[in-house]
């Protein structure tokens, strides 16, 4: 691990003008991704600003009838919380279907969504990696690619991201608070957090440089059945292949995203209209344009029918 300075923040605002003042500096709370990349020497920063202590860590009522996410809400907190399980099961589901217990206790919302990729050539140093480092290639293409995406791909990454928790937050569409190093904050719908690789893969959210993350928020309940699927190769602790984070209605319409198949969690809003033909249809709108390799085409018809599955757990349920 590289040698970095620290610092504790007092508010957000002041952890933002810190991160500014150190460029290339790093926000640390429960820490959960960002010191295993430190130890592997992925990220290199050389300076560190805690936000740990800040007050971020409540679940409030909005004024419209929706929930506030302190971004230092631990994920098992959030899954555990009451008003998430009974309005928002699917993002309950989604939290407890990722990681383990002991890290669930430890990560935080914000830092869940700013999680980085496991693609196993990211973590490999002595391989090219456009992410980690940018213009040097991509290992991945033309590599082993069973766990990558095959969703809004491009010539430079062809990576997924790992989580969870955003895939069913994507689905709830939610928003993203955030705050500058000057006190300004502004809300970032959730379907723009996460960019797609393009030529610029290293460039991951819509954040600037210094901007802190303070909460996230879910508007008011939609009701349905919630659920969440996943796919992985192991039962426990093991990222997902394919997910599949569904609300469905009463009259058969829904909602969809799906995990594991892009550099962000997937949701195509028209591809929602054929809810009520059922898996076959919805999955043709969602994954066109797939790009998949030989190693990894199978999480095109796997999303088919992951989500067929989710369906006939709606109708088990009824």
């Known amino acids: 691990m590289k040698p970095f300075s620290y610092e504790r923040a007092t508010t957000p605002a002041e952890a933002a003008a810190a991160a500014v003042r150190h460029p290339g500096a790093k926000f640390i709370a429960g820490g959960t991704n960002l010191l295993d990349l430190m130890k592997l020497e992925i990220e290199t920063p050389q300076h560190l600003v805690d936000v740990g202590t800040l007050k971020l860590d409540r679940i409030e009522k909005t004024a419209n009838g929706g929930l506030r996410i302190g971004a230092l809400v631990t994920n098992t907190d959030l899954a555990a919380d009451q008003r998430v399980r009974r309005d928002y099961g ?5 939290i407890v279907a990722g990681a383990s217990g002991q890290l669930r206790n430890k990560a935080t919302t914000a830092g ?3 999680q980085r990729t496991r693609c196993p050539y990211f973590y490999d ?5 456009n992410k980690r480092k940018p213009g040097s290639g991509c290992a991945a293409i033309g590599g082993f690619s069973r766990q990558l995406a095959v969703m809004g791909v491009s010539d430079a990454c062809i990576a997924t991201y790992p989580g969870d928790m955003a895939v069913a937050m994507r689905v709830l569409d939610a928003s993203v608070e955030t705050v500058n190093s000057t006190g300004q904050s502004r809300v970032i719908p959730i379907a723009d957090f996460h960019r797609l690789p393009g030529n610029t893969p290293h460039i991951e959210t819509a954040l600037a440089p210094g901007e802190l993350i303070t909460a996230v928020t879910l508007p008011k309940p939609i009701g349905g059945t919630h ?9 426990s602790y093991a990222f997902a292949l394919v997910s599949v984070a569904a609300v469905i209605q009463k009259d058969g319409s829904g909602r969809v995203a799906v995990g594991g198949v892009a550099h962000k969690p997937w949701r195509v809003e028209a591809a929602e209209a054929a809810m009520p033909q059922g898996s076959k249809a919805v999955a043709a709108r969602l994954m066109a344009g797939a790009q998949p390799t030989r190693d990894n085409q199978f999480k095109v018809p796997l999303v088919e029918r992951t989500l067929a599955a989710a369906l006939a757990e709606v109708r088990a349920t009824a």
């Open 90 to 94: 699917v993002l309950s589901r989604a």
């Open 112 to 114: 869940n969504l700013l």
């Open 125 to 129: 140093t002595n391989q090219a990696c």
């Open 227 to 235: 659920i969440y699927r996943k796919v992985r190769d192991r039962a």
